[in-house]
């Protein structure tokens, strides 16, 4: 605020500071001296522009009697004055662009300019001395705290619905994923697949999923996440029509790679933007909530994928998936603002690439790639993939009642993340959970050919297999334990700073669906040597090596 006489006197930085409490004396003891030395004032809480009072000036404080008793004591006791930084300015040069104002060296100082050039010629357009600028005061709250035509304020819109909108895409992939399960006899039956290439085609989806992780990373620290995901569930749809449209094995092989493509974000973008809109308590909560709501694409892909198949054909889960995917996009569109393009937009893909590969690799994030290896393959393998077909096959289940079995397994894959973070809010010890869980779900997935035809818990039983009943109990219980992958997610947020978290959790997910795609086609060898109670073997036993190397890593922090 610039005025006339005595005002007109004060040097050019108190246009911002009180007159009255400088003559009351009602700064800090630490800047009494009229904050001539640089330090934050007690107003607009920042350093700006200093210069001392002149000597004549009837505000400048008293020189103290003796030398080293306070500012301005003498030459050797007084500090170098810090150099002006542009960047301090920018909010004020933004309200003076906004409001008109030339730029200059009077433009700089306010809209009084410098006392000292009170009678100079200002440019034109530029405020007189006195002059109130309504435009260059400071700006109220923004846009959410407005208030309407009638005078209401509404409340600020917290991130929790775009959140959601995000989840749809999670949940279409969790939908799609796992269809081939439950329609994997009419898959091979109408393609002229054999189970083991039934395996190898649906395994290209984690291939893909896990080389499309690194671009799209990139893509959610340099677009943002709505732009990203936009894209990745517009490719989504056309993978789901290129599927609907498959008459033969290359078909499939290509709509399992689109699909792949564009599911590769579906975690990625919920879980990016609530690391980056929460701190870590909720992301903590909200993880498994996202988790949990993603999950529920397995609900669609069981029982009711299974009535559709049986009355319309597989093209048609894959024609319901595909609206699923214009839903979310719709979803997204309308929820989720854009972001303003971060810093590091500048940098090159291949320097965020490389960076991405440094930090899957870096000893913080070592631990947690190896546990993700065949924490997530499990799940695809058990409800995605082989599952059904060991249902159908060595319990003698229609697909209908297979599909209410995977029904409840995905119930329990729902329920299971917000219980296990409940179970790591009482418990604590993340590392010690993650391990146990990963290893008692390799000892359930084991009990699935241990109970069945010529298992040697049957033949310890003295029944040629256990009933039906038990692979259902086995599973839900494994749908419950899985569920505390989720601590990884958690994890690897608090290993690495803020700007890093997407590329920290694309990272994580290239380790998820590259083991699963490597895990997948080795289950598939054991399926063409020793059957179904093979190729479940397999994720057991990657389960429990990659658990205890998760452990031994911690412990020796490799």
């Known amino acids: 605020m610039g005025g006339h006489g005595a005002e007109a006197r004060l040097p050019r930085h108190h246009h911002r500071c ?5 003559e009351a004396g009602r700064c800090h003891p630490r800047r009494q001296a009229g904050c001539d030395r ?74 009084g300019g410098d006392a000292q050039r009170q009678g100079r010629a ?21 846009r959410a705290h407005r208030q309407d035509q009638g005078g209401n304020v509404p409340r600020p819109r ?62 959610l620290d340099r677009w943002g996440v709505r732009r990203t995901a936009l894209v990745l569930l517009g490719i989504g749809a056309l993978g789901c029509a290129i599927a609907a449209f498959a008459t033969g094995p290359l078909g499939l092989l290509v709509a399992q790679c689109v699909l792949g493509i564009g599911c590769s974000g579906a975690l990625m973008c919920p879980m990016t933007y609530a690391a980056r809109a929460m701190d870590g308590h909720r992301f903590a909560l909200w993880s498994g909530i996202i988790q949990a709501f993603g999950n529920s694409g397995m609900l669609l892909s069981a029982s009711p994928l299974a009535l559709l ?21 719709l979803a997204v569109a309308l929820t989720v603002q854009p972001a303003p393009p971060p810093r590091s937009a500048r940098r090159s893909l291949w320097q965020d690439a490389r960076e991405i590969l440094a930090i899957a690799a870096s000893p913080r994030l070592r631990a947690l790639m190896v546990i993700a290896f065949a924490s997530f393959a499990a799940v695809l393998g058990v409800r995605g993939l082989w599952g059904g077909p060991w249902l159908m096959e060595a319990k003698g289940l229609s697909r209908v009642q297979a599909g209410n079995v995977l029904l409840l397994v995905a119930a329990a894959l729902v329920i ?11 418990v604590g010890r993340p590392v010690l959970l993650l391990a146990g869980s990963h290893l008692a779900v390799a000892g359930l997935i084991l009990l699935l050919p241990a109970g069945g035809p010529g298992g040697w818990l049957s033949a310890l039983l003295g029944v040629p297999a256990l009933p039906a009943g038990f692979d259902a109990a086995v599973m839900v219980v494994f749908g419950l334990v899985i569920s505390f992958q ?63 190397g998760y452990l031994w890593l911690r412990r020796t922090g490799r």
């Open 18 to 22: 009180l007159r009255a409490d400088l």
């Open 38 to 111: 640089g330090r934050l004032h007690h107003l607009h809480r920042r350093p700006c522009r200093r210069r001392q009072f002149p000597p004549d000036h009837p505000l400048r404080p008293e020189r103290p009697a003796g030398p080293g008793q306070g500012l301005g004591a003498g030459p050797e006791d007084r500090r170098p004055r810090p150099r002006a930084r542009r960047h301090l300015l920018g909010r004020a040069w933004r309200r003076h662009r906004q409001a008109g104002i030339p730029r200059g060296r009077a433009w700089r100082r306010g809209a």
């Open 122 to 142: 200002r440019p034109e357009g530029h405020p007189q001395p006195g002059q109130d600028v309504p435009e260059l005061r400071r700006r109220g709250p923004g």
């Open 158 to 219: 917290g991130p929790e619905l775009p959140i959601l909108a995000l989840t749809l895409g999670h949940v279409f992939s969790n939908a799609v994923r796992t269809l081939p399960a439950i329609a994997a006899d009419v898959l091979s039956r109408d393609l002229g697949l054999t189970p083991e290439s039934l395996a190898a085609l649906t395994g290209a989806f984690p291939a893909a999923f896990a080389l499309a992780m690194l671009p799209v990373g990139i893509g």
């Open 309 to 329: 198949v049986e009355w319309q054909g597989w093209r048609a889960g894959f024609w319901a998936s595909g609206g699923l995917a214009l839903l979310a996009f």
């Open 416 to 426: 299971g993340p917000a219980l296990a973070g409940v179970v790591q809010r009482l």
């Open 486 to 548: 989720i601590l990884v997610f958690a994890q690897v947020r608090a290993a690495v700073p803020p700007e890093q978290t997407g590329r920290a959790l694309s990272a994580n997910n290239v380790a998820f669906f590259g083991g699963a795609a490597v895990l997948q086609a080795v289950s598939g060898l054991a399926a063409r040597w020793g059957g179904i109670g093979a190729a479940l073997s397999s994720f057991a036993v990657a389960l429990a090596v990659c658990a205890l």
